[in-house]
């Protein structure tokens, strides 16, 4: 069996590729920079808002394998630089939206584009985009977290 951990620098992706890896499954892991991220599999440098990066990372992982079982896209952005997670609707800005958008949303959808070809075959095969409790709309009993939100909503 062959997976692909789709942001697999920190935390949960990071935990995915150990457990996975120790259960003794075939285990590629992504990431933007994988220069120090210390695993015990093949990390390949795949940046979710740069389709050059996604078609580059698709070639190596060809070089691996043509088939993969599960794809699992964990990356995602609740806040970075310079932006922080919204606590009122004031709080939202265009350029936060549209960053959040491009990690939680469009980049899982290219990756999906760029390596749909690794899951078509007969044996079963599993894209899964994984979110915080926080993505969740029908969990949202605080409001806030607005792009986050609306972001991987976008894509579940």
């Keep these: 069996m062959w997976a ?23 285990v590629i892991a992504t990431c933007r920079d994988p220069a120090g991220v210390d695993l ?22 060809a070089q691996h394998t043509e088939r993969l079982h599960l794809l699992m896209n964990v990356a995602g952005v609740l806040h970075g630089d310079g932006f922080g997670p919204e606590r009122r609707l004031t709080e939202v800005a265009p350029e936060n939206l549209a960053r959040a958008f491009a990690v939680n949303a ?43 939100r609306a972001s991987k909503a976008s894509f579940q």
Excluded at 5 to 24: F, M, N
Excluded at 113 to 142: C, M, P, W, Y
Aim: negative net charge; without cysteine.
């Design 106 to 148: 469009s980049g899982p959808l290219l990756v999906a584009k760029h390596f749909a070809r690794f899951l078509q075959h007969d044996e079963r095969a599993v894209l899964a985009n994984v979110s915080a409790r926080v993505g969740s709309i029908t969990d949202d009993r605080l409001g806030g977290w607005y792009a986050y």
């Design 4 to 26: 692909l951990i789709q942001g697999a620098s920190r935390g949960l992706g990071r935990e995915l590729v150990r457990q996975l890896h120790a259960r003794g499954v075939q």
């Design 40 to 61: 015990d599999v093949p990390t390949i440098p795949l940046d979710v808002t740069d389709e050059a990066s996604i078609e580059a990372a698709a070639a190596a992982v």
